[in-house]
């Protein structure tokens, strides 16, 4: 009887020692990436709030963070070694030494099957993230090439959507006469030509065949087809298409500047939009919803000539959230971490994200009514796309990718000729090759 | 020669006691840092824990061979000289001149000009090269101002011209008139139209008759010369509106320095020479600067250290760009090892090591010329 009772004491003291256990908080040092700025910013904040106040066992300490300091913090996490228990993240380009040095979790071994079902199959290849395996589940593919349009202005000039570059030029001057800007780009950040249009440029012209063909050293970056799109882009500065002056506009000036009528074309990626949606907490647009419906268009880049993928679009695996690779596989902190990820890849933040306009979700299930149409028409520009090709930051090294990105703004400047920066990106493509033997 | 001190004697162990803990101190917060990052300059490290972590070894002077041959690293390098230059020849004698004139009461409301001059350092540089890069910027007020000169006096031509020949049909505008707008806008004209005359003629004929006035005003809008920052976009030129910042924002610094120490000199002195006889000239040369030669090396000092590691002020400004022509090296480095998502620390540590060798010698060259020609305070 004596021994029955402490047994039935030893299992009611393990019971409680594990509920004591269970009870006890996981803290989680949370890197994201967010722009207070952006409409839909209330949105994600309340999220967060919902899910400490659903999950009191965890302990969220985030730290948010946006554009070039988001980048800096996360190198002098990886420069230690120790990235954030859970952290925003790319599946290369700026995330690239995060991806190599394996500092994230493979999340095809972490996040429920029944979740990752519902992604389509090109956002789960692990060849294309740089880390060979599912570091982060992208959250949307991203089109970096959208040419935002001004309908109204074009109509009240007596102008049509251009089908031709050569359509495109004809406006210019017609534009111009009127103090509208033809094409509005922010091109003080070397990146947005290269990421923004020159992507789409060599997609059309040279193609993903040629880029893999240099790669593997079959073909070179000074080759005539990957010249051409380069001198495309010295065409489209020497037509005054896009304007010298862009290259000294801040990325923050555009938004701006292209709502308020000052320029015709906007070329920017699909992340913009959020830009003009309406801001819940204060209830104002950029571009309000009735003008978005009736007086803007999303398209893509006009025909170029001698293109051979007609209507390509760059396009890359969108952001998501990591798991840091040094908490312990299967710890109390680990089991956190994928809660809070399966929440975060969860219907209620995703539709959040498509109803704030922050991204058009690769989660094949999440619908909505509660989109302004800005996102409508961006879905309708996805199924628009013909074709998606390699947006070149993320193919190519950031050895070989810096001289394209400086040689875009030393080509618009007139300091530089495309075959010039050709033979720059070939020479650093050679260098770093050899140093990866 | 610096007497021993054993640890045994009571005077060692005072001496220990008090100086060990400056010791550490400095150890592990100045001599390690700079220690590790010459070691870092020489080796393979990518990041990572240092100590556990990948493997990485000393692989010798490669890192700053590929300096050697990067165009970037010898532009910023020439930028970085060129503030070194407009600081020590730029700053130091605007301050001195300055401090000078306000020092012996030769300006009115000296204190005014005391504090407007030193302005600029209490703000944040940060929003000094924002509010700088927006007066530059070619949406910025500067254009706006120059351009709106030059539509006034063109349109003002284009009137003219227009006036000149009288009723025309616009739907058959004479070659002539073309020809005359096309010399009026000059260069203009050639980077709009591959064919100036004809296609110019085309845009005309696409207006109605009763649109003359907007005719003139879009044409201005078209063709009247614009002023843009197109020096910005030149490497020859870029750094002129970064270096005149640096002077506006900076000169104010050494002239209180050189106030504070010109307040230090005997009145009397410079009273005695003035009833001698010595002109104004003569009491700065032969007095004050002597006086104040050692300031100088000091400020100079600060000026080429400050100089070399500038960085938030041209980072705001103009982020070292377009295509780099405003990097310095500070920029550089930066660059090298936290930018671009591929991360390389030995060569940002190489930059970092060139920047100390060269302080030290630009240093060295100061304290020489101040031993040869500077006089005792």
Known sequence: ?437 | MARKRPLGTEEGRAYWTMVLPAFVIYMVVMAFPILLSIVLSVSNYNGGKMFGGEQWTVIGFQPYARLGIDPAFWMALRNNLFIVFISVFGQIPLGFILAYLISRRLVKFPDFWQTVIYIPNIISVVVVGILWQTIFSPYGPLSEIFNKLYQANFHSHLAAIFQSFGQFDIKNVPDSLAQKIVNLAGPTAASNFSNPVADLKDLMQSYDANQSGMLVNDLTNLLAPKWSMDFLNHRETAMLPVLFVILWMYTGLYLIMFLANLEKIDVQIIEAARIDGASEGQVMRHIILPSLSGVIVNLAILAISGSLNSFALIYAMTGGGPARITEVLSIYMYDKAFMNGAFDYPLANAVAMVMVVISFILIGITKAFEKKFGGKE
């Open chain 1, 1 to 437: 009887m004596n021994k029955k009772i402490i047994a039935i004491l030893m299992v009611a003291l393990v019971a409680f020692a594990s509920g004591v256990f269970a009870q006890e908080k996981v803290t989680l040092n949370v890197l994201n990436y967010a722009d207070a700025t952006q409409a839909g910013y209330s949105d994600e904040v309340a999220l967060w709030a919902k899910f400490q106040a659903d999950n009191p066992d965890i302990t969220i300490v985030k730290e948010e963070l946006n554009n070039e300091p988001f980048h800096q913090k996360v190198a002098t996490y990886v420069a230690a070694g120790q990235m954030p228990d859970v952290f925003y993240s790319w599946p290369g380009g700026r995330s690239t030494a995060v991806q190599k040095k394996h500092l994230a979790k493979d999340l095809s071994k972490l996040l429920p099957k029944d979740l990752l079902a519902l992604w389509p199959a090109a956002a789960l290849n692990p060849k294309a993230q740089d880390s060979g395996y599912l570091s982060e589940l992208p959250r949307a593919i991203t089109y970096t090439s959208v040419m935002y349009t001004n309908v109204k202005l074009l109509k009240d000039n007596g102008l049509a959507i251009p089908k031709t570059y050569a359509e495109l030029k004809r406006m210019v001057p017609k534009l111009k006469a009127k103090g509208i800007i033809p094409v509005a780009m922010a091109n003080k950040d070397t990146w947005v030509m290269q990421s923004c249009l020159f992507s789409t440029i060599s997609g059309r012209i040279a193609g993903d065949a040629f880029i893999d063909q240099v790669l593997a050293g079959k073909a070179k970056f000074t080759d005539k087809p990957f010249v051409a799109a380069l001198t495309f882009v010295d065409t489209l500065y020497k037509d005054g298409v896009i304007s010298r002056d862009s290259i000294q506009t801040p990325y923050g000036d555009v938004p701006g500047i292209f709502a308020s009528g000052k320029a015709a074309f906007l070329i920017d990626g699909d992340w913009r939009q959020a830009a003009f949606l309406t801001d819940k907490t204060s209830g104002t647009a950029l571009i309000s919803p009735a003008a978005q419906k009736s007086d803007f268009a999303l398209v893509e880049f006009p025909a170029i000539p001698g293109e051979k993928n007609p209507g390509l679009i760059s396009a890359v695996l969108g952001t998501g959230m990591s798991i840091s690779a040094a908490i312990p596989a299967g710890s109390a902190k680990a089991k956190a971490a994928v809660k809070l990820l399966t929440w975060w890849y969860g219907k209620e933040w995703t539709t959040m994200g498509l109803e704030t306009g922050a991204y058009i979700p690769a989660r094949k299930d999440i619908k909505s009514d509660k989109v302004e149409p800005f996102t409508t028409m961006m879905s309708a520009y996805y199924a628009s796309v013909p074709k998606t090709g390699y947006v070149l930051d993320g193919v190519l090294d950031a050895a070989v990718c810096t001289p394209l990105n400086d040689g875009l703004q030393q080509i618009g400047l007139g300091t530089k000729t495309p075959a010039a920066v050709a033979s720059d990106m070939q020479a650093a493509f050679d260098t770093w090759k050899a140093a990866q033997k």
